[in-house]
């Protein structure tokens, strides 16, 4: 098992910024990549980036490039999401998912609501 707690988000104007942080524990050697994703209400839950804990290479979706940045702390188990230049757009709750070989996005913790106002 692993467990995956978020923290970070918040209440922000347009055009600023929030950090948000996933931190794992548990099994996480399991894991060979760690993805954000949200929410938004009345929509389905959306990909937003991800990340391989080797090598680091990511993955955006196309409506954050350029102003979401997905990072990780492998001696801390932790993987961060940098939002800047937010947009109400961006309003949703936050989830962070951890993907295992057996199991693609098998785990994933509990959200944290980033809002945006206009």
């Known amino acids: 098992q692993v467990q995956l707690v978020e923290s970070g988000g918040g209440l922000v104007q347009a055009g600023g910024s929030l950090r948000l942080s996933c931190a794992a524990s548990?099994?996480?050697?399991?894991?060979?990549?760690m993805g954000w994703f949200r929410q938004a209400p009345g929509k389905e839950r959306e990909f937003v980036a991800a990340?391989?804990?080797?090598?680091?290479?990511?993955s955006y979706t196309d409506s954050v490039k350029g102003r979401f940045t997905i990072s990780r702390d492998n001696a801390k188990n932790t993987v961060y999401l940098q939002m800047n230049s937010l947009k109400p757009e961006d309003t949703a709750v936050y989830f962070c998912a951890a993907a295992t070989s057996q199991r693609e996005y098998a785990y994933w913790g509990q959200g944290t609501q980033v809002t945006v106002s206009s």
């Open positions: 990340i391989r804990w080797s090598g680091g290479s990511t």
């Open positions: 548990g099994r996480t050697f399991s894991s060979y990549k």
